[in-house]
């Protein structure tokens, strides 16, 4: 992995208020030829922008340490704790197929029937016209309903979700903390939910080349949460029982702990591309390495990102 920066991106700016004109997003990126126009845009910038920010807002810091809420961060956490009492009253249904429980459609269909009204209770009055955009990524974070299967195109959508309120101005840089180790933790906890409990199966999975079955982003920011810390080393994250006990603290650690919950064998057969992480040096190497990788395989992938809506907060406009 290259030991280089990622390149500085656009600040996230100021994109609508209550006359601002919203739309329903709809896709734009038609064929690979429209790559060049999406890494070039505006929203690409912003993208990178937010999860580099985020990143570097963590560094060295425990979960634990990430901070009081603020009010729209605490609504945000409430939110999520809605979508996740959901499961609890749409338990799976008794089907012979192991994989793709239907009780999945009913959860996304109460998700979809229900984003407006929740997505509400975040806004303050000014922004409430936003959520005829805002619900279109919340309602694409959690899953396709028809295939019944989640990737990182999905989380994507999660992080271009939280994006929107930095540009709207919802959120603050005063938040990055909580919204990477809080909101953001708080969110993968429910996919692993709904993953373990609808039995969905990986979108687009690489096969057992790929970094993850299902997520990218917390190995960027939980690699973040490592640099320079005194006994976690690279060397070691593999370990079941090193995973284990630092999950609570570390997204890294959960993520490979939640990998040591669904896989069995060794790791280094079950996940080959996170073993060969194992052999570099620092945390900072492997973040900076993640993020070039991220870019590589989800940003300008043409199967994930042909998916990707685009309306006035997050347009394909040109960079400025």
Known sequence: MSSSEPEAAAPLAQSGHDDHGYVIPCKKIKNPMTLGAWEKSQTYSDFLGFIHTLSESVKGIKISEAGEPSETCAKLLSLLETLNHWIDEIPPTDQPQRFGNKAFRDWHKRLSDNSESIILTVMPVEHHKAVIELKAYLEDSFGNSVRIDYGSGHEMNFAAFLCCLYKLRVLTDTDSKVVALNIFN??????????????????????????????????????AQLIDHPSIQPKDFHDCGVAQSNAKEYMYMRCIEYIHQCKNGPFFEHSPTLWGMTSVQHWQKINTGLMKMYKAEVLIKFPIVQHFLFGTILTLDPAT
Do not use: K
Not at 193 to 213: C, F, I, K, N
């Open 186 to 223: 708080r969110y993968l906890e429910l996919v692993r939910r709904l993953q373990t409990t609808y039995r969905m199966e990986p979108a687009g999975s690489h096969g057992v080349w790929g970094l993850d079955d299902f997520q990218f982003i917390p190995y960027i920011w939980g690699s």
